[in-house]
């Protein structure tokens, strides 16, 4: 079997030292392979948020280790890390994060045009996953000349833009109304199926349907995957 793109083992996240802390992860292991899309369900203050950014190298886990491609964040030297950010992970974040001085076409290719790839090459790549997520016409407007679902497949397009390995989004329909949250899905799985591998948070269960696996986080545990009985329980919780 190939190098799972992500691998938690036994890890363990706790926010603050004294009696205050929080500990938002406990003991999770977690395995997402090339092709493969997990969705994260569970009641806000679960710790899915936790768990991207650690996935995504944001945030050191207090306890265990994370492998990216194989490679032990725990063991990787800071410019390793940095490398890794650069070229293998792509996220998209629910308030989309888009420059808005910077054009669509700009904005998608900044990735690559920060890893030092010459300009005309990342706006060719940038050019290309554009056309795939429809925007080929618009590549030369600002983030603000657009409606949210064009901005968010300009996030989706600046994550997977130079084939990225791992995608990870935390809650990318959550601002989208649900044709055009159906869309962004869409994109997500066909950028899974053409090989990388993606994690999802969502509360939306039609979307995290579009995965291969759902794991449900309560009070920081991952609960059995197998358990989706339990769906309705969370979902209700994280709804409040
Ligand atoms: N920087 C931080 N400092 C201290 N505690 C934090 C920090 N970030 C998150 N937490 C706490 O860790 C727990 C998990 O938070 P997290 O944001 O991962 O939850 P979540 O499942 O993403 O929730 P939501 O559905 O509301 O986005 C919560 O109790 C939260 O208050
Ligand atoms: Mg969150």
């Known amino acids: 079997m190939s190098t799972p793109a992500l691998e938690f083992c036994a ?10 802390a929080v500990h938002a992860l406990r003991d999770v292991s977690l395995t997402v392979t090339a092709g493969e899309l997990v969705a994260v369900m569970g009641p806000s203050g679960s710790g899915k948020s936790t768990l991207l950014a650690i996935a995504g190298t944001l945030l050191s886990p207090t306890e265990g280790d994370v492998l990216i491609s194989g490679t032990s964040l725990r063991e990787a030297s800071r410019k390793e890390l940095a490398g890794l950010r650069r070229r293998s992970l792509g996220f998209v974040f629910q308030d989309f994060n888009l420059l808005p001085a910077l054009t669509v076409i700009e904005n998608t290719a900044l990735p690559l045009e920060l890893d030092g790839l010459p300009r005309a090459y990342s706006r060719a790549q940038a050019r290309e996953v554009l056309a795939s997520v429809g925007l080929s ?27 990225r390995s791992l995608v990870l989004a935390d809650e990318p329909t959550g601002a989208l109304d649900s044709a055009t949250g159906e869309e962004v899905m869409r994109l997500l799985r066909g950028r899974v ?16 349907a579009w995965a291969d696996r759902i794991v449900f986080l309560r009070d920081g545990r991952l609960v059995d995957e197998t358990a989706r009985d339990d769906a309705g ?4 919780g994280s709804r409040g």
């Open 11 to 20: 890890v363990g996240m706790r926010y603050g030292t004294d009696a205050t």
């Open 137 to 163: 016409d618009r590549l030369d407007a600002y983030p603000d000349e657009l409606s949210g679902g064009q901005q968010q497949r300009i996030a989706i397009a600046r994550a997977v833009v130079g084939e």
């Open 193 to 208: 199926d053409a090989g990388a591998a993606g994690v999802l948070v969502t509360h939306e269960a039609t979307h995290a």
């Open 233 to 236: 329980i969370l979902l209700t």
